[in-house]
């Protein structure tokens, strides 16, 4: 059964810093593409960055771009999202996904987290 449990969430001022880890477990970790996407209330669930089974590669959407980093650690079967500078935008449930073959669509990620709560006070 795979399981993918995210931490790290929680409330912070404007300009302040989170970081979010996602454990996964049910299957091998590395032959999957891990990533991150968010939902603000209201909105539809956007894209936020995606890292490739070997940590070689990461991509992030433009919002985020040289403000979050992604990253993953193979032996803690973990992934993480490393949040600098926020803003009140960031406000957003923030759901950790496993796919095969990554990208920035949610139509290619099979597993899902529950998610963990980001609030950006001004």
């Known amino acids: 059964q795979v399981q993918l449990v995210e931490s790290g969430g929680g409330l912070v001022q404007a300009g302040g810093s989170l970081r979010l880890s996602c454990a996964a477990s049910?299957?091998?970790?590395?032959?999957?593409?891990m990533a991150w996407f968010r939902q603000a209330p209201g909105k539809e669930r956007e894209f936020v960055a995606t890292?490739?089974?070997?940590?070689?590669?990461?991509y992030y959407a433009d919002s985020v771009k040289g403000r979050f980093t992604i990253s993953r650690d193979n032996v803690k079967k973990t992934v993480y999202l490393q949040m600098n500078s926020l803003k009140p935008e960031d406000t957003a449930v923030y759901y950790c996904?496993?796919?095969?073959?990554?990208?920035?669509?949610?139509?290619?990620?099979?597993?899902w987290g529950q998610g963990t709560q980001v609030t950006v006070s001004s």
């Open positions: 996904a496993q796919g095969y073959s990554g990208g920035s669509s949610h139509r290619t990620y099979d597993y």
């Open positions: 049910g299957r091998t970790f590395t032959s999957y593409a």
């Open positions: 890292i490739t089974r070997t940590g070689g590669s990461t």
